[in-house]
């Protein structure tokens, strides 16, 4: 069974002759546009496609840095520069303050130990002195001590003498002035008695002194252990002293080792000179292609038309890392400084070292 | 500032899905109002319409497994209209009325190739039931599916009801088990919100039931669908339940009605399927947003958010891709994008094989393949949806035969 075509809508049928012309012009524009758009998309996945593969397997490309002093990674290096610098000025003084000081205590050290010797010849000469002159006094003291007891013997009798001299001047025997002198030269005696009676004891102290170690020598002793004791100060002193300088000096040269191999950084370049410096990031990957006087090429599109703008002037030794600039993941490679003759391609997305991307 | 953009535009959907499907969960969970009261006493007369393009034998076992329908034999028919296959469809649909007597089959041609919908109108006129069934002709039906769609009905204001959608071949290739956690995530979870407030932006036009005088209503509208002139063929079931709910009625899907449908098993035809589907929604969301504030005086905010935001949600992913791939390429290619696939398909795994153990996929880790396909469907899909929004075919279903002529008036024969 067959039924009867179907009737166009009465709005269709009743639409104005304009309408499909209408229509057809949009939709002859719109395939335009479609078909550009859809070109224009397969063009781009293509394009996305080859450039991930591209990045993939191309080995020689570089990533154009521009280190500012004012980002972070050059601010720290700043920072830690100018420490290093203060800490070896520091340092370095220390050491000087130490030098002048052992000089000092060297020259303390060289009096005390040239004025031991002498101390040592002062105690030996005395000791002999009084090994001879100790028995010599000792029998004299004796010998004092028996004539002082003859002279006390003496001086007991002259008791009696005086008694009669105050006899003799009663009974007018002799004048006052006989009796005075006869007293005077009592007295005389009497104090001549004293006096060597004074001299046996100082002559006991003498012998005393000279054959036994009295608190004299017992002084002259702690004076020595006393220049001793600061010798041996002195000379840990200086050990220390110079340990110190040692130490010092290692700082010193770690210090200025640091601050040496810091100089050949990339950021010491970018934030001490003048000129504008260059880097770009090698990722490990593409370490192959970089040595000194390496052709640096700047390519349009990022590898198509590429042409030279300069060449790799230096390679630094430290590890940097970077994003990847199509892949976005994190890499691991290094900085190089770049001599370019083209300073916009410091600030192209990529440039290649060594050879032309492709052959063009 | 653009990707920022983008990607806060893609946090804040991400967001709404994220609340939406917590959502859904927690309705489907607790609150009996999200179903529908099913009067399985309401057995209204029922026209099953099947439209057919080259789709061969399967049409014969898709009329089979509706003879086998629990519903009164003769209160339902089959009307399967034929849209110039160039295969055997054809013979096969006059083999399947032979077959099937204890069902009325009618079987009706059209004399051009004239797309889906206008085959649906077609197959229309040739029926008188109060209730209408659209079906795709590459499904198999369960027995209770006409019994089920009937039964939402008895809801005054529903106007159009839909089914769940199964897939028959879930362990074919790893495409068919990505579709299998899709499908059943779409019907058992994203769709239990609009399902609450009776407003399903699109019920899949496999298992499509709508009254008559609703589809008659509409009918017109379909015909008359152009795009600058060009006849619109595709996404009628979209369509159709946009027109049902700016018409003031309900729309719902009743996941007891079941039919299972063959997906596509390889890449160029999912490719085909899906770029018809992407072309439907960009229609949809043109004439969403011609018409916005009839919908925001119209209907539930809950169904213009689906409305404005499913279809958006298609065009920003093709931002977010190109984005994410001119931005930072390798974004997609760590472990956690991944992780997270395998984690749902994980879940949505053993929810499968403990629910619908018919559906069950044998290696639910193929999931992590729609990671690959996401970035496919959002970068070169959209971007040919919207340009070719002239097109008119049949999608999967081209065969040798080309699209008639745009003019085509869409005769038909009947027997």
Known sequence: ?360 | MAPVLVWLILFLCLLISIVKYTFALILKWSFPGVTVKKDYSYQPMVSVLMPCFNEGKTVYETIESISKSNYPPEKFEVIAQDDCSVDDSFECMLKAQHDFSNIRVTVGRNTVNSGKARSVCNALKLSTAELVISIDSDCIFHPDAIRELAACFSEPKIGSVGGRVGVRNPNESTITAIQTFIYYAAFQVYKVPENWTRSVGCISGCLFAIRRELLLEIEPKIRSRHWFGIPVNQGEDRFLTHQTLLRGYGTYINNDALCWTTVPSTLPNLFKQQLRWRRSIVRDLFYTLRTLPQHVWTLHPNTVLTLVLTPLGALLGLLVVITMMTGNPMAMAGPAPLLLYLGVAAVLGLVIRKYSAKEAVNNPLAFGAYLAWSVVSSLFITTLALCTLDSKDWGTRMKEQEAADDDASGEETAS
């Open chain 1, 1 to 360: 069974m067959t039924t009867p075509a179907e009737k166009k809508p009465p709005a269709e049928a009743k639409a104005p002759v304009i309408q499909p012309m209408l229509y057809k012009s949009v939709v002859t524009v719109y395939r335009i546009f479609a078909i550009v758009t859809l070109y224009a998309v397969l063009g781009g996945v293509l394009a996305y496609g080859f450039v991930m593969g591209f990045y993939a397997v191309n080995t020689t490309w570089a990533a154009p840095v521009i280190l500012s002093p004012a980002d972070d990674k050059s601010l720290d290096f700043t920072e830690k520069l100018v420490t290093s610098r203060q800490t070896l000025e520091e340092v370095s003084v220390d050491k000087k303050k130490l030098d002048e000081g052992i000089e000092e205590m060297q020259r303390h050290r060289a009096a005390l130990m040239a004025l031991e010797p002498e101390l040592q010849a002062a105690i030996i000469r005395e000791k002999k002195h009084n090994q001879a002159t100790g028995p010599q006094l000792m029998e004299l003291d004796k010998q004092k001590q028996a004539d002082n007891l003859k002279t006390q013997a003496v001086m007991a009798q002259l008791k009696e003498v005086e008694a009669r001299i105050d006899k003799d001047l009663a009974s007018g025997l002799i004048t006052k002035g006989d009796a005075a002198t006869q007293r005077a030269a009592l007295n005389q005696a009497e104090n001549s008695y004293t006096d060597s009676k004074i001299g046996e004891i100082l002559l006991t102290d003498s012998v005393l002194e000279k054959t036994t170690t009295d608190t004299k020598t017992l002084n002259v002793l702690d004076k020595q252990a006393e220049l001793i004791s600061e010798i041996a100060q002195l000379d840990i002193a200086i050990s220390v002293a110079q340990k110190q300088i040692h130490e010092d000096t290692q700082q010193i040269d770690r210090l200025k080792q640091a601050i040496a191999t810091a100089k050949q950084t990339p950021y010491y370049l970018s934030v001490s000179g003048d000129t504008t410096v260059y880097f770009a990031f090698v990722p490990y990957d593409n370490q192959k292609a970089v040595f000194a006087g390496a052709a640096v090429y700047d390519c349009y599109l990022n590898m198509v038309i590429c042409k030279k703008v300069g060449t790799v002037k230096q390679i630094f030794p430290g590890e940097e890392h970077a994003t990847h600039p199509i892949f976005r993941t994190d890499i691991r490679g290094f900085l190089i400084q770049m001599q370019l003759d083209r300073p916009e391609s410091a600030k192209s997305k990529t440039v290649f070292l060594d050879r032309k991307p492709l052959i063009f």
